[in-house]
């Protein structure tokens, strides 16, 4: 597999999830996952917690952990590939 198939193969394997999380590390926290990943943390770590919340705070941690490898690893910005106008509009 060529270097632009697996991008296009890892891109089209994002789900929701993850794809709200792009566009929230664009949208609020300036392209910037060691930002979002402080805020999640921050909020995990305040006690008492809604256990749902915890499990998806820990679960979105290791969406960002994938994600931002992944981007590392290539040298782009997912956000462009998985969005596409949507990023740049603002819309989910």
Do not use: C
């Amino acid at each position: 597999m060529t270097e632009p198939q697996a991008t296009d193969a890892f891109v089209a394997q994002l789900g929701q999830a993850e794809r709200t999380l792009l566009l929230l590390r664009d949208e609020l926290y300036g392209g910037s996952w060691d930002e979002l990943t402080a805020d999640l943390e921050a909020r995990q770590n305040r006690k008492p917690f809604v256990f749902k919340l915890s499990s998806r705070i820990e679960d979105d941690l290791e969406r960002i952990n994938k994600l931002s490898a992944f981007e590392r690893a290539h040298g782009l910005n997912l956000a462009e590939l998985a969005l596409g106008n949507e990023a740049q509009e603002g819309h989910p």
